[in-house]
């Protein structure tokens, strides 16, 4: 090395035993500056020479930048995940975590330096690297715009771009945290240290004392703490800013970039919050997304973003333009049915409301969707807008949404049930453009600070517009629409809707379904049941207030919270069966049990041919009951999920006929429908392999017209849900079970939930109903201890506890024919609040682990 | 057929283990202070203690189970050193000089029992600076003497049976039912820490095990439970039940019975009394905190499984019982 002997400070590299970081990844690497004209010394974290040792030739590297105020330890998961990879074998990526000058283990050289000198120092330092012919881009915080504009310079190596919360776009406001760092960089390098504890106190979970100490290791003196100032001072917050063109010239050509891109996001940053995502997703419109729900700014920290980023480089995902454009498929869209009867003055949709009935004919239906759709248009609803729907089912919601389809916008749809704070995670998660809402999610959205332009679904008074934010209501835009023309209806393979899940098991995940998919969920349903013109359907479970009338069914809605299933009575489903001479009934299994329970004249249901229970799973019980109930009707239990609502179905004798088994048979797949099986390994895990051989245990996989177009922003849940290839993708449902002899499948339960004891995996459904059998009203079985070597534990609703009475225990062990380690009793287990029938088992056996340990007995 | 050494032949296990061995046809010598009354077997009369005697009681051994130990919740710390580790340091040196190619340390899995639960682990190492208790301690710093003696031609093997009981087991059955029957057995905590325990058969058909195997499987140390763990309450009921005597339905909480086991053991020291103290936190701790095992490898590699188990081991109890009581 020639030239200007180094500083005693920049010798310094990180000291050894910093939590996760090995001392043998640093590397200090002198390049020529431009801005002081002799050579500065970079700190680089480099697994190039682990590699090199391993006798391993990477595939490529990942370019690595940390953002304000933090170091290359930020990536030291990415660089220890990265080695391991490669050391089992798996394709090797070299790792560069470079520490920017001024910053972490870099020389201090007392130059200020805005972005565009950031980005030529990182360019001088990779050349001296030789970085080789595929980099990734991978950057965090304001590490993401240098790296992002490194990435525009070096097109010719670059491979892959992964931002990770940072922002390209100056001109947005900044939010009040910024502003108070702005002010605070102002104030004095002391304050630098407030920056940097307030950064390191917003991870989630929060950080171990040892980690937040070694993020400050670097900076422990003022003059060590320069760069973060004037880091904090480059950026450009003003419009004459120095470094404003530099940004800006960086924005521009991220939206010029066509290399495969992955964003990946922690929503609880206050800083750099959703909308710099969604600036980003207009700018990369090809990259693929992941909100890791309950992370925030200092996301590496976080979230698995190592995880992530191994999986994407090992099968990027595609780059800009290349979205394979397939040949537009004809397709029946969602809303022909109505379009068809125009003309129809018959009853399409009844609306019960305690005395108050509303009737609304075909054709009014069909004139309302038609003038709700051109003047959306009209206000200026795009093709591809999202629009989030907060109405209540009935007619308003059903024509709103099918105006929205109508016109290739996106209807963005979660259940009330989810709560405030899940529907508000569901709400923002999906970045509406617009709400449509009744007052009370007006107000909701206007407190909670939803995004998206307001609509309100019913006329408001003047004074409750301004307050609520409105900038239109349905009665207007309908009227604007009246005579004008429609714009071109959308494509099969346009986005249609997210429907979100129940989020019974973590925070709810939207499910993307194009128009061709939700078309082809109306005709799986329509064929399994013969649905159709001539019958006439009780909606009493809300996703079929659009479907009935979708099926061409004379469609009712009861009267009832549709958020609170339970609050369905017997009375007010005769008043609906007989305000449409309904034929076919649509019920949760908690409507129903509230129906048995308040139900005493069974001929009131006499014209019931079928009735199928949806939206949870129902016990055989509960089926007998039903029947002494609806005497004449057929009584289906449909098998589905949000990603495929439509599996397989199986009625109440053929169930009773086979008797019990492994598990809760579900039935034959519908039509149109292919079922196989990922066998359980010995961990209980699924096997790539899969099958459809009778008797095998293992995920239940599905492929179908009507499935799931993909998860929205969530493209890692995405990745690990789907099977089989791009030509033929198949779902993982999550769901364990096998196939009989006869091509039918039974639940056997959840993929998480499966027990692997020291004598082999066990599928919980199994065990609770063979505790069932032993007298116990309901039960979860779960397994404690490390996988591969569980206990089989099962825990009974009923009792004081935490020990099962004695002799319950025994007839449980007796009948689970299994070795059982221990039968506890709970007051109640826990449950989704939607159905009140979907066991928590995750938290059941995180109840049981805890009692087992001898902690002391809490509710679980 | 082999000539094996058993020490601590007149303890409950040691004479079970010594009555396996011959009944498999080996030739076995026993040494212990006081008559092993194990039937076919020649014993030394003598302590691991006494260099003179074990050095006798080597000669001519193929093989070594050393069981023999100061057992016991409470006592002198010099006790349990002298007797657990120079003991077990004695007999290692006179086997590997007298030509023994095997020995089988019975050790205990509280020697790595630093009181936390213990859910589903294999066998951690040895930590007698970290265990519980006297007894624990010196059990910990024997085994470490015992396997790091391990070496060609003189395979050393470890087995930490777990909580080991069975009919005539005067030492943990018998006095859970007295102690029960005199209301003086309370439930700690919740009743519901899960834990391993060991029916005698299984135990000694692992300690068996582990002498066949220990050439292949020398330097390792195992634990041997019967695999099926339970409730401590539902165990203890158990037990109680064998013996027709009411289970404890008294329950104190954990943290005051570790804290009282505290004091007791103290008082204990200062004052020994002609029983064991009532409640040790030793003791407390294994009563309310769970200590379940991963028995797989122990499986694996000795070839030997649990055949009688917990359930089945309860019945034969109870039928032990039902004969004594006639």
């Not at chain 1, 795009?382 to 099918?402: E, K, Q, Y």
């Amino acid at each position: 090395m020639s030239g200007a002997p180094l500083r005693p400070e920049v010798l310094e590299g990180p000291p050894a035993g910093l939590p996760g970081l090995d001392p043998a990844w640093s590397r200090l690497v002198p390049v020529d500056d431009a801005a002081t004209g002799r050579p500065v010394v970079h700190h680089v974290l480099d697994t190039g020479a682990e590699l090199e040792r391993l006798g391993i030739a990477p595939a490529g590297t990942i370019l690595a930048v940390h953002g304000n105020p933090t170091w290359s330890y930020l990536w030291r998961g990415l660089v220890a995940a990265s080695l391991d990879r490669a050391r089992a074998g798996a394709p090797a990526w070299r790792v560069v975590a470079v520490d920017q000058l001024e910053m972490g283990w870099s020389e201090r050289t007392g130059t200020t330096r805005r972005v565009a000198d950031r980005v030529r120092d990182l360019g001088a330092l990779t050349d001296r690297l030789h970085l080789g012919p595929r980099v990734v881009a991978l950057g965090h915080d304001w590490g993401g715009v240098i790296v992002s504009g490194w990435a525009i310079a070096h097109r010719d190596v670059l491979a892959g771009l992964v931002l990770t919360n940072t922002a390209v776009d100056g001109h947005a406001a900044l939010p009040g945290a910024l502003k108070a760092a702005l002010a605070a960089s102002a104030v004095g390098t002391e304050h630098t240290t407030a920056f940097l504890d307030v950064t390191m106190a917003i991870a989630h979970p929060r950080l171990d004392r040892d980690v937040r100490a070694a993020f400050r290791r670097p900076y422990r003196s003022a003059r060590r703490r320069e760069g973060i100032r004037d880091f904090v001072a480059d950026i450009p917050s003003t419009p004459g800013h120095l470094s404003r063109a530099a940004v800006d010239a960086i924005a521009a050509g991220l939206a010029a970039l066509d290399v495969p891109a992955l964003l990946l996001w922690g929503p609880r940053d206050p800083v750099f919050q959703e909308r710099y995502l969604h600036d980003l997703m207009r700018r990369l419109p090809h990259a693929r997304v992941h909100r890791f729900e309950g992370a925030g700014h200092l996301l590496p920290e976080d979230a698995d973003v190592a995880g992530a980023v191994l999986d994407w480089v090992a099968a990027p995902t595609p780059a800009r333009g290349d979205g394979s454009a397939s040949a537009a498929e004809p397709y029946r869209p969602l809303w022909a049915a109505v379009e068809e009867r125009a003309e129809d003055d018959t009853a399409a949709l009844v609306e019960l409301r305690g005395v108050a009935e509303r009737t609304i004919p075909w054709r009014l239906l069909a004139r309302r969707i038609q003038d709700l759709a051109a003047g959306l248009d009209a206000v200026g609803v795009r093709p591809g807008d999202r629009v989030s729907l907060l109405v209540p089912p009935g007619a308003d919601l059903l024509a709103a949404a099918f105006a929205c389809l109508r016109i290739g916008a996106v209807i963005v749809v979660a259940d009330a049930g989810l709560g405030v704070q899940g529907l508000t995670r569901a709400v923002t998660g999906a970045r509406p453009d617009w709400i449509i809402g009744i007052p009370r999610a007006l107000a909701a959205a206007r407190a909670l600070r939803w995004p998206g332009m307001r609509i309100a679904a019913a006329g408001l008074a003047a004074p409750a517009r301004a307050a609520l934010g409105v900038r239109h209501t349905l009665p207007e835009v309908a009227r604007l629409g009246r005579g004008r023309a429609l714009p071109t209806a959308p494509a099969g393979d346009d986005l249609a809707a997210v429907l979100f899940t129940s989020g019974s098991t973590g925070p709810a995940k939207g499910v993307r379904y194009t128009q061709a998919g939700l078309a082809a969920v109306r005709d799986a349903i329509t064929a399994r049941f013969a649905l159709g013109p001539g019958s006439a359907t009780v909606a009493g479970f809300a996703p079929f207030v659009l479907f009935g009338p979708a099926f061409g069914c004379r469609t009712v809605v009861p009267d009832m919270d549709v958020t609170k299933p339970a609050t369905l009575t017997a009375d007010a489903l005769a008043a609906a069966v007989a305000a449409v001479d309904a034929d076919t009934v649509f019920l949760s299994p908690a409507a129903l049990t509230n129906v048995l329970a308040t139900a005493d004249d069974p001929a009131a249901f006499d014209g019931v041919r079928l009735l199928l229970t949806v939206g949870a799973p129902v016990g055989e019980p509960l089926l007998d009951r039903a029947q002494a109930v609806l005497r004449l009707a057929s009584l289906h239990t449909p098998y589905g999920m949000t990603e495929c609502l439509l599996v397989a179905d199986v009625d109440r004798e053929a169930v009773a006929a086979a008797g019990p088994g492994n598990g809760v048979l579900v039935g034959a797949p519908v039509p149109g429908v292919a079922v196989r099986i990922a066998p359980l390994t010995e961990d209980g895990r699924a096997s790539d392999a899969t099958t459809t051989e009778p008797g095998a245990t293992g995920e239940i996989q599905v492929r179908a017209p009507h499935m799931l177009d993909g998860y929205d922003l969530l493209w890692r849940t995405d990745a690990a849900a789907r099977a089989g290839t791009a030509d033929e993708p198949w779902h993982r449902t999550g769901d364990v079970g096998h196939l009989d002899d006869g091509g039918r499948l039974w639940v056997e339960g959840r993929l998480p939930h499966v027990v692997t004891t020291p004598d082999g995996v066990v599928t919980p459904v199994q065990v609770e109903l063979a505790a069932q059998r032993a007298g116990a009203p309901r039960a979860a079985a779960v397994g404690v201890g490390p996988r591969g070597t569980q206990q089989l534990v099962v825990v009974v609703e009923g009792g004081e506890g935490p020990l099962a009475e004695p002799a319950l225990a025994e007839r449980v062990r007796a009948e689970a024919d299994r070795p059982v380690a221990a039968v506890l009793a709970v007051r109640e287990l826990p449950t989704d609040v939607r159905h009140n029938a979907k066991i928590d088992r995750t938290r059941v056996a995180r109840w049981a682990t805890a009692v087992l340990a001898g902690e002391r007995v809490r509710e679980p | 057929m082999s000539r094996v050494l058993v020490t601590g032949a007149s303890g409950w296990l040691g004479a079970a283990v010594a009555r396996d061995l011959v009944a498999a046809g080996h030739e076995v010598r026993t040494l212990q202070r006081r008559a092993s009354g194990v039937d076919g077997a020649e014993d030394v009369l003598a302590s691991v203690t006494q260099p003179d005697a074990v050095v006798r009681a080597v000669e001519g051994v193929d093989a070594v189970v050393h069981l023999a130990a100061k057992v016991s919740f409470a006592g002198e710390e010099a006790d349990f050193v002298a007797v657990n580790i120079e003991g077990t340091r004695t007999l290692v040196r006179a086997a590997k000089r007298a030509g023994v190619r095997r020995f089988v340390f019975v050790s205990s899995p509280s020697v790595a029992h630093t009181g936390e639960p213990i859910t589903g682990e294999d066998a951690p190492p040895a930590q007698p600076e970290r265990a519980h208790g006297a007894y624990a301690r010196t059990k910990a710093a024997a085994e470490l003497v015992a396997l790091g003696a391990d070496a060609p031609g003189f395979a050393v093997v470890a087995v930490r049976p777990h909580i080991v009981w069975g009919p005539g087991d005067p030492q943990l059955v018998e006095r859970i039912q007295q102690r029960a029957a005199a209301g003086r057995l309370p439930v700690v905590g919740s009743g519901a820490a899960l834990v391993d325990s060991t029916y005698v058969d299984d135990a000694v058909a692992g300690i068996r095990a582990a002498l066949d195997a220990a050439e292949r499987v020398h330097g390792n140390a195992y634990v041997l439970t019967s695999g099926e763990p339970r409730p401590i309450a539902e165990l203890i009921a158990g037990f109680c039940a064998a013996a027709g005597v009411a289970a404890p339905t008294r329950r104190v909480p954990a943290a005051a019975a570790k804290a009282a086991g505290s004091v007791v053991e103290a008082l204990w020291r200062i004052r020994p009394g002609h029983d064991e103290p009532p409640m040790t936190r030793f003791l407390a701790e294994q009563l309310s905190t769970a200590h379940w095992f991963d028995i797989r490898r122990t499986r694996r590699d000795l070839g030997w499984t649990p055949e009688v188990g917990v359930t089945e081991g309860l019945r034969r109890l109870a039928a032990h019982h039902a004969v004594m009581r006639g």
